[in-house]
């Protein structure tokens, strides 16, 4: 089983629809989750973090943590073109370091 | 401006050649990080470091190596070891107690 699992996708919605990702982990200790988003050939870009059961709102994101069912996912809200890329779901491992899921390449169609 | 800087940003090696990818941050962060990238794959871990003049391996440190002589430099070379080293490789840093990683641009690494 990996760490952190999450789709691959495409996941495609048109402009102006609400994305949902989602994401699983294995770790049940596991305490600080974030979303990381890239485009192709770029490096990762931090969206959002979260620490504490439930949501957490920035703009036209939100994480959604249910630690319960070992479960993180990110809405995107009112979604554009320029929202396509591929997100990252992440999970800190002992304080240290960072393990990542494989992503999942979103696509928002005019 | 605070930031990681990668180079180069595109790099060829050939067959038996060892190469080495430089990282220089300048944001004071005390962590350095080193992953790989593979085509329609998530990160993983090749080497971290804590301090300076401490480091250790990740899930793929076979044929790679590292130094952390300074706080702002962590260099990965990629040693002829490494049977397939193409791949995108990214730097990465936090301070302790921060909210996830910077991420470096990243170095596109090529075997010819």
């Given at each position: 089983?990996?760490?952190?699992?999450?789709?691959?996708?495409?996941?495609?919605?048109p402009?102006?629809?609400?994305?949902s990702?989602?994401?699983?982990?294995?770790?049940?200790?596991?305490?600080?989750?974030?979303?990381?988003?890239?485009?192709?050939?770029?490096?990762p870009?931090?969206?959002?973090?979260?620490?504490?059961?439930?949501?957490?709102?920035?703009?036209?994101?939100?994480?959604?943590?249910?630690?319960?069912?070992?479960?993180?996912?990110?809405?995107?809200?009112?979604?554009?073109?320029?929202?396509?890329?591929t997100?990252?779901?992440?999970?800190?491992?002992?304080?240290?370091?960072?393990?990542?899921?494989?992503?999942?390449?979103l696509?928002?169609?005019? | 401006?605070?930031?990681?800087?990668q180079?180069p940003?595109?790099?060829?090696?050939?067959?038996?050649?060892?190469?080495?990818?430089?990282?220089?941050?300048?944001?004071?962060h005390?962590?350095?990080?080193?992953?790989?990238?593979?085509?329609?794959?998530?990160?993983?871990l090749?080497?971290?470091?804590q301090?300076?003049?401490?480091f250790?391996?990740?899930?793929?440190?076979?044929?790679?190596?590292?130094?952390?002589?300074?706080?702002e430099?962590?260099?990965?070379?990629?040693?002829?070891?490494?049977?397939?080293?193409?791949?995108?490789?990214?730097?990465?840093?936090?301070?302790?107690?921060?909210d996830?990683y910077?991420?470096?641009?990243?170095?596109?690494?090529?075997v010819?």
């Amino acid at each position: 089983q990996k760490e952190v699992e999450q789709n691959s996708g495409p996941l495609s919605v048109p402009e102006g629809a609400i994305a949902s990702l989602n994401c699983t982990y294995s770790d049940r200790g596991s305490q600080s989750f974030f979303w990381y988003r890239q485009y192709s050939g770029k490096s990762p870009e931090l969206i959002m973090f979260i620490y504490s059961n439930g949501d957490k709102e920035d703009g036209r994101f939100t994480a959604q943590l249910n630690k319960a069912s070992q479960y993180v996912s990110l809405l995107i809200r009112d979604s554009q073109p320029s929202d396509s890329a591929t997100y990252l779901c992440a999970v800190m491992k002992g304080f240290q370091k960072l393990v990542f899921g494989t992503g999942t390449r979103l696509l928002v169609s005019p | 401006d605070g930031g990681i800087t990668q180079s180069p940003k595109y790099l060829f090696r050939k067959e038996g050649q060892n190469v080495t990818l430089s990282c220089e941050q300048n944001l004071n962060h005390d962590a350095m990080y080193w992953y790989r990238q593979d085509p329609g794959q998530g990160l993983r871990l090749i080497y971290y470091s804590q301090i300076v003049n401490d480091f250790q391996k990740g899930d793929i440190a076979e044929g790679y190596s590292v130094s952390r002589e300074k706080k702002e430099s962590f260099p990965l070379t990629v040693t002829s070891a490494q049977k397939n080293p193409t791949a995108f490789y990214l730097c990465a840093s936090r301070t302790h107690g921060a909210d996830g990683y910077t991420f470096g641009s990243g170095t596109r690494l090529t075997v010819v």
